[in-house]
Each structure stands twice: as C-alpha cells, then as structure tokens.
C-alpha cells in the first residue's frame, strides 16, 4: 500500500506541473483552429476573435499556476532576495532578447509566423486592454508556467520517472541534449529556441535556481513585447 500511495504522490506531482502547460497548448490549438475557420470562411468568425482569447488563455493558465502553488516546493523565490541572482538573472535575460531578435533568418523559422497584432483592433479601451494581458501573460504566466514544466519538471524526469528524486539543475547530457531540441520545437523560431533553452539550463545548473531562470525568462519576455510595441514586428509576439 505504501508503495501504491508512493507512485500516486509522484503521478500527482507530476500532473500539477504539466497541467498549466498542457492548458497552455490547448488553448494554442483553439486559437489555431480558429484562424484556419476564418481564413478559409468555414465559420463566420471574425479575424480578430483569436486576438480575445489570449486574455482568456493568460488568466486561465494564472489561476491554475495559483492553484497549484503549494506543489513546486522547488520553487524558492526567497532566492531573488540577493541582489547577485537578481543581476544574474536579469543579464542572462537582456542577453537572450538581444540574440532572439538577430536569429530570423529563413532557415531558423519553422511554420507560418502569425503574431499577435493587438492594432487589428480599433485604438481604445479593448487594444488597451490586449495589449496589457499580452504583456503580463508573456512577462509573468508565461515564464512561471514554463520553467516548472521545462526546467523543473522535464529535465528531472528524462533522469529519472521518480523526478521529485533528482535535484534541481542536475546535469546529464541526454537531458540537456533532449530538454533543450523539445524546448526549441514549441517555438516557430526554432533556433532562437535552441538557444534560449541552452542558456536558462545553463543558468539553472550553474545556480540550481528556478526562481532565477522565471526572473530570466520573465526580463526576456517584457524586452520582446517592449520591443514589438515599438517596432511594430509582431511576428515576435
């Protein structure tokens, strides 16, 4: 019985760490589908109606990560609380922006770049509002939810089914090898990806940190949308 109880711990364990991830992807398929159904006219549904389910999507995903708070012991913000792994974390992640906009050539990109062009929508209180879940969901959800699936739960597990027994940022080459190319294949730039997953590992091992990597992530994330803003190159977004 102790062992049955063992291997529903672990199951769980896992679960509430994919989950948030698993929802995310979901929804990319909705929306995905949803362009194909207006594009091809199959489905009266307006060409911006996917722009709408980003919010969703974000407060969605937030509210689970919440929810399951309590599961990442892992997670130590109490690490941020030295001005060292601030910098640290907020270096590596001007650095990784800075290579991620300089990595579109042809080659590196991989499907149909879409963005997400919040201008569709007429200038007032709902770009507005776009604009600032895109924000928060990119710079805030985004880096929390994919950390705890990539970095803390994926790496430990591809060395061993029994994750909770491996301790954060322990190296193998297989799953760094693995972690990183499965990284990259969420990303339409799949060599800007290659390249992101190699440096917040490398981050991870060098400080066994996750709060550092999602600070990391998180300064990479706000650049990018600061940059798009700006710019005008959605196709970051």
Same mark, same amino acid.
């Given at each position: 019985?102790?062992?049955l109880n063992?291997?529903y711990s672990l199951?769980?364990?896992?679960l509430?760490?994919?989950?948030?991830f698993a929802l995310?992807?979901?929804f990319?398929?909705?929306?995905d589908v949803?362009r194909f159904?207006?594009?091809?006219?199959y489905v009266?549904?307006?060409a911006?109606?996917h722009?709408? *389910?980003?919010?969703?999507k974000?407060?969605?995903?937030?509210?689970?990560l919440?929810?399951l708070?309590?599961?990442?012991?892992?997670?130590k913000w109490?690490? /941020?609380?030295?001005?060292?792994?601030i910098v640290a974390?907020?270096?590596?992640?001007?650095v990784?922006f800075? *290579?991620?906009?300089?990595?579109?050539?042809?080659?590196?990109?991989?499907?149909q770049?879409?963005?997400?062009?919040?201008t569709?929508?007429?200038?007032?209180?709902s770009?507005?509002?776009?604009i600032v879940s895109?924000?928060?969901?990119a710079a805030?959800?985004v880096p929390?939810?994919e950390?705890? %699936?990539w970095r803390s739960? /994926?790496?430990?597990?591809?060395?061993?089914p029994d994750?909770?027994?491996?301790e954060i940022g322990k190296?193998t080459s297989?799953?760094f090898?693995?972690g990183?190319?499965?990284?990259? *294949?969420?990303?339409? /730039?799949? %060599?800007a990806g290659?390249m992101?997953g190699?440096?917040?590992?490398i981050l991870?091992y060098?400080?066994?940190?996750?709060?550092q990597?999602i /600070?990391?992530?998180?300064?990479?994330?706000l650049?990018?949308?600061?940059?798009v803003?700006?710019?005008?190159?959605?196709?970051?977004?």
């Amino acid at each position: 019985m102790t062992h049955l109880n063992e291997k529903y711990s672990l199951s769980q364990g896992g679960l509430s760490r994919i989950a948030p991830f698993a929802l995310y992807v979901a929804f990319m398929v909705v929306d995905d589908v949803l362009r194909f159904l207006s594009s091809h006219g199959y489905v009266p549904i307006p060409a911006t109606a996917h722009l709408y *389910l980003y919010p969703v999507k974000a407060i969605s995903v937030g509210i689970l990560l919440i929810i399951l708070r309590r599961s990442y012991s892992e997670l130590k913000w109490s690490d /941020l609380k030295r001005p060292a792994a601030i910098v640290a974390g907020t270096v590596v992640g001007v650095v990784v922006f800075v *290579l991620w906009i300089n990595m579109t050539w042809s080659w590196a990109v991989v499907g149909q770049l879409y963005g997400y062009d919040p201008t569709a929508v007429p200038e007032g209180l709902s770009r507005s509002l776009l604009i600032v879940s895109r924000i928060i969901g990119a710079a805030v959800v985004v880096p929390v939810m994919e950390e705890i %699936f990539w970095r803390s739960w /994926l790496l430990r597990y591809l060395v061993s089914p029994d994750f909770k027994s491996v301790e954060i940022g322990k190296f193998t080459s297989s799953s760094f090898i693995i972690g990183t190319v499965m990284f990259a *294949l969420e990303h339409n /730039l799949w %060599f800007a990806g290659i390249m992101a997953g190699c440096v917040y590992t490398i981050l991870l091992y060098r400080t066994k940190s996750l709060a550092q990597c999602i /600070l990391a992530h998180a300064v990479t994330n706000l650049l990018l949308g600061l940059y798009v803003l700006n710019t005008g190159q959605w196709y970051f977004w």
